[in-house]
Structure formats: structure tokens, C-alpha cells
């Protein structure tokens, strides 16, 4: 299993505040600003960072609002079929299944799995996502 960091969600509790902070005071770039729902940020080579509401978060992981994590690590697979197995591999060695692989409302495909220290992992299948040769992270909707 090739595990590796491609977007950190900031689960935050105002959006639009979080957006004003990260795009307009800091100048960060958004790659895909969607008001009320995320917004991703480039965030170096082939990174990125969403803003995400912290309620929503926990709707999606289907968890309670107040359990909702800070932050969680986004590994972006190249299928389904990969989802699905890096799950299994991460389940195997001691990760906690949070939300089983399933088609994700965005459209992709994803699940959520919590590390044994409590860290959540959303690993994802978004056909939206490239990396340039340059590495430059782009995200677009998904169909």
C-alpha cells in the first residue's frame, strides 16, 4: 500500500469566515470554492487543503456533530477497486472503519477509517482530481 497525504480537511465551524481567512488574508489559491458547501486550496506540490464545515464533516463520516475530528488526511486513490483495498490493508493493521466504501455525494467514491491514535482517513476515488507534470493539483466536478 502506497499511503500518502494528497489533501488535509480543515473541519472548520464557519466556512465563509474560513474561506475569507485562507483565500483572502493569506492569498491562498482556490482551486474550487463551492459558498455554503468546501473550498480547496493549493497547498503546494500536488496538495491541497479543503475548508469543510465541521458539522457537515460529521454528517459525512456519520458521526455526531460533537464528535466531529479537527482535520482529517485525505489519500486519494487511483479506483474503487484501490479504496477498497487500502481500507481493508489499513483495517487489517488496527484502523477503526468509521464509514464503509460507498459512492460519496460528491460522486466519487470514498470511506473513512480512524488510525489507532484517533487520526480519521477519508480515502477517496475522485475522477475530478489530476496532478500536472508540474504539480500543479487540479479539481473539478465530478459527473
Excluded: C
Excluded at 482517513?121 to 482530481?129: F, K, Q, S
Excluded at 504539480?135 to 473539478?140: K, N, R, S, V
Amino acid at each position: 500500500m502506497d499511503l500518502h497525504v494528497d489533501v488535509v480537511t480543515l473541519a472548520v465551524p464557519d466556512l465563509a469566515e474560513a474561506h475569507r481567512y485562507y483565500a483572502n488574508a493569506l492569498g491562498w489559491e482556490p482551486a474550487l470554492a463551492i459558498p455554503g458547501e468546501v473550498t480547496f486550496l493549493r497547498a503546494g506540490h500536488s496538495r491541497m487543503v479543503a475548508l469543510f464545515a465541521r458539522s457537515d464533516l460529521a454528517s459525512d463520516i456519520g458521526i455526531g456533530a460533537g464528535d466531529a475530528p479537527p482535520f482529517d488526511l485525505g489519500h486519494l486513490a487511483d479506483s474503487e477497486a484501490e479504496v477498497e483495498s487500502v481500507v481493508a490493508a489499513m483495517v487489517d493493521v488496527g484502523a477503526t472503519l468509521l464509514k464503509r466504501p460507498q459512492r460519496a455525494a460528491w460522486g466519487g467514491f470514498h470511506a473513512y477509517v480512524a488510525a489507532p491514535d484517533g487520526t480519521v482517513w477519508e480515502i477517496a476515488h475522485n475522477p475530478g482530481w489530476s496532478v500536472a507534470a508540474d504539480g500543479t493539483a487540479t479539481i473539478g466536478a465530478v459527473a
